[in-house]
């Protein structure tokens, strides 16, 4: 289907310019802007208002992501140049969040963790060889599997806190 020469709303007239409605607006009282064609559906000439906006664009206001088609290509130099400081701009991100405590040093979380896991090795074993057995006597496999059921559910329900105090962190 062809399209019409005109447009009769301002959204139609940016959208068919391939800019948005926003930068359309925020440029109506730009000098030089044609006059309405005419009232009605007939009102902007398309063809007349891509020239005024072509006048007044460049890449510093139009490649901005929001216009692809319009938007300014880097050289390589002027690339290497932005890499270069998008790869500065995160080690600075790094470096901060590491002062802010957002990072632990490798050997404190693997102490931390061989930590917890020393507790929860203690824990099973401790329940798995003294308390569990004398309960466990003269029962059948269905009674002994739901007492091992609720002693796991009480050592996995206290081991949080535990874990939290071995690690040097008040519970």
């Known amino acids: 289907m062809h399209e019409s020469r005109y447009a009769a709303t301002k959204t139609q007239l940016a959208r068919r310019c391939g800019i948005t409605y926003?930068?359309?607006?925020?440029?109506?009282?730009?000098?030089?802007?044609?006059?309405?064609?005419?009232?009605?559906?007939?009102?902007?000439?398309?063809?007349?208002?891509?020239?005024?906006i072509n006048g007044w664009k460049s890449a510093h206001n139009f490649g901005?992501?929001?216009n692809s088609?319009?938007?300014?290509?880097?050289?390589?130099?002027?690339?290497?140049?932005?890499?270069?400081?998008?790869?500065?701009?995160?080690?600075?991100?790094?470096?901060?969040?590491?002062?802010?405590?957002?990072?632990?040093?490798?050997?404190?979380?693997?102490?931390q963790i061989e930590a917890a896991n020393t507790v929860v090795r203690r824990e099973l074993r401790k329940a798995l060889e003294f308390e569990?057995?004398?309960?466990?006597?003269?029962?059948?496999?269905?009674?002994?599997?739901?007492v091992m059921i609720d002693k796991l559910k009480e050592i996995l329900s206290h081991l949080p806190h535990k874990i939290m105090g071995s690690n040097g962190y008040s519970s």
């Open 64 to 66: 901005n992501g929001h």
């Open 69 to 111: 088609e319009f938007a300014y290509k880097l050289n390589p130099r002027e690339q290497a140049y932005a890499d270069r400081a998008t790869a500065a701009a995160a080690r600075e991100k790094f470096r901060l969040e590491v002062e802010m405590a957002e990072y632990v040093p490798r050997l404190s979380a693997n102490n």
């Open 22 to 52: 926003y930068r359309l607006l925020s440029n109506w009282d730009r000098s030089g802007r044609p006059k309405d064609h005419s009232p009605g559906k007939n009102r902007y000439d398309v063809e007349k208002y891509r020239n005024w």
């Open 132 to 146: 569990l057995p004398p309960r466990l006597v003269g029962m059948t496999a269905a009674q002994m599997r739901v």
